[in-house]
């Protein structure tokens, strides 16, 4: 297969083609989302498609930088946001293999404080249930702070919990992956964001990480919120603040959520379909196995069934008519992204944009939503 790159001032694209019909596919599908793009208002937006487990389309439109109208290019990277769960999730799925730890532990002996609900103090709060947003725990104290839940730390530790026994119901809450990250950093011995680095993407191959001071700056593509009453975008510089003070005074264990293990890997399209594949494999790659086939399937199993929820992955029949999709989405500081695949007709789709108005479509944003069924009406069927 030839590889082809086309450039404008506006769009960047990487097509592997074998066929005069697949160029014109792809030039049909990039009018529509050009056309999208000139009706929904968006900043930017980069995509990859991915078909019989391959990667055969990564595309990039509008800014990187929309105050000096800089283009977006595909080696661009972005705070994904709550994809993010997922390498937490897959990071704590390799010590399982390697019985370092068990989905069934309890959490207050991993974490190192006391994580019981008080409306339910006998009942153990486990690994999984943080997982699979199940442990009861909310965010209403916030979660950039392990202090938020400990007893020792917060005097209205209570209000962290739900009225509702653990196991017995779903809230997602960002605090029960920056707790995940803490347990993997005491388990290991490795700080997060090196032991992500190490362990997940350098046997991928892959650039990115959720350390922003040790990547490119250059590359990093701003973020935008959308103001409905101006209809103008606001540029969100918290989406990649480099939090250095804290990083140099960093305790093991304690500090982990800095690295936003809930919230803060920082990757781009491509790379991040590379890294769909492997789940859509069942944790093989091209290198050998990320993690076992069996805790591959439990992460995408459903737990929940009311919100088709497993651990750090999702089950969605709204995002293409007909289809049955596993993945996740992410929204923080404007940005919206979205990594689906379709594991037995072995197709997938990576969506992330840097600001666009946050009406949804079938609860999904919709700009990612109309951009996922222009590409698979056009690369796919």
């Known amino acids: 297969m030839k590889k082809k790159l086309l450039y404008t001032a506006l769009f960047s694209t990487v097509l592997l083609i074998a066929s005069h019909q697949t160029i014109a596919q792809a030039e049909k599908a990039e009018a529509a989302i050009q056309q999208l793009m000139q009706t929904t ?18 595309h990039s439109f509008g800014y990187k930088d929309l105050e000096q109208k800089l283009p977006l290019q595909n080696e661009h990277i ?3 946001a709550s994809i993010s769960k997922s390498f937490t999730t897959t990071a704590i799925m390799q010590l399982v293999a390697k019985k ?12 190192g404080f006391k994580v019981r609900n008080p409306m339910f103090p006998s009942t153990v709060i486990t690994l999984k249930m943080l997982l699979s947003h199940r442990s009861s725990i909310n965010d209403s104290e916030g979660y950039f702070s392990l202090d ?3 007893p020792a730390k917060n005097p209205n530790w209570e209000k962290s919990y739900n009225a509702y026994e653990p196991n017995k119901g779903y809230m997602y809450c ?21 032991y992500i680095q190490q362990q997940i993407l350098d046997p991928l191959g892959l650039y990115g990480g959720y350390n922003v001071n040790v990547l490119d700056s250059n590359l990093i593509a701003k973020i935008y919120e959308y103001n409905r009453d101006s209809a103008k975008f606001i540029y969100s510089p918290n989406a990649y603040a480099l939090r250095t003070e804290e990083i140099n005074n960093y305790t093991m264990g304690r500090s982990t959520p800095i690295f936003s293990p809930t919230g803060g890997m920082k990757i781009s399209a491509n790379n991040l379909a590379t890294y769909m594949v492997m789940h859509s494999q069942l944790g093989k790659y091209k290198g050998g196995r990320m993690i076992s086939k069996k805790l591959s399937q439990q992460m995408q199993v459903v737990i929940s069934e009311e919100e088709n929820y497993g651990m750090a992955l999702e089950t969605s029949t709204q995002l293409i008519t007909g289809k049955t999709m596993i993945g996740h989405t992410g929204s923080a ?31 999904f944003n919709a700009a990612l ?13």
Do not use: W
């Not at 370092?100 to 532990?105: A, Y």
């Not at 960002?174 to 090196?194: C, H, M, P, W």
């Open 174 to 194: 960002n605090l029960n992956y920056n707790l995940a990250g803490s347990i993997l950093e005491k388990i290991t011995g490795v700080r997060f964001d090196q």
């Open 369 to 381: 939503h109309k951009t996922v069924n222009i590409l698979y009406e056009n690369l796919i069927r």
């Open 333 to 363: 500081y404007g940005l919206n992204s979205l990594m689906f695949f379709e594991p037995k007709e072995k197709i997938g789709f990576v969506v992330i944009c840097n600001g666009s108005n946050p009406i949804t479509t079938n609860g």
């Open 78 to 80: 972005f705070r994904i």
């Open 41 to 58: 208002p968006v900043v930017g937006l980069s995509v990859a498609v991915v078909k019989d487990n391959k990667i055969i389309y990564n």
């Open 100 to 111: 370092q730890i068990s989905l069934d532990q309890d959490v207050s002996e991993l974490v």
């Open 148 to 150: 938020a839940i400990d």
